[in-house]
């Protein structure tokens, strides 16, 4: 199993980014997806999660209302869209794949993990 996050960069406070997770080696049906993040000197924090469809999110109070995860089954790819970004959501964006039809929260709860892609908010 490979996961391939993308997307980051460097954008000022209120812009947009959108990251990209493509997966393979898995059968996206029997996986939950989340994404994480990690700031330094932080530990690793949970931002959402999603099941394969779709229809089943949950997020972080933090990225609530800012951040969308959406999924392109044909493709294998997860997307992390982020609205509204403030210099707070700079880190290191991670993410991983959770065999399990629930979602889970937490770091150890996921199966897979992709290398990371670092997002910076400039204030």
């Known amino acids: 199993v490979q996961l391939q996050a993308s997307g980051g960069g460097l954008v000022q406070a209120g812009e947009s980014l959108r990251l990209s997770c493509a997966a393979s080696g898995l059968t996206f049906s029997s996986y939950n997806m989340g994404w994480f993040r990690q700031a330094p000197g932080r530990e690793r924090e949970f931002v959402g999660t999603?099941?394969?469809?779709?229809?089943?999110?949950y997020y972080a109070d933090s990225v609530k209302g800012r951040f969308t995860i959406s999924g392109d089954n044909a493709k294998n790819t997860v997307y992390l869209q982020m609205n509204s970004l403030k210099p707070e959501d700079t880190a290191v964006y991670y993410c991983?794949?959770?065999?399990?039809?629930?979602?889970?929260?937490?770091?150890?709860?996921?199966?897979?993990w992709g290398q990371g892609t670092q997002v910076t908010v400039s204030s």
């Open positions: 991983a794949a959770r065999k399990s039809l629930i979602g889970g929260t937490r770091p150890p709860a996921y199966d897979y």
């Open positions: 999603a099941s394969w469809s779709g229809r089943i999110t």
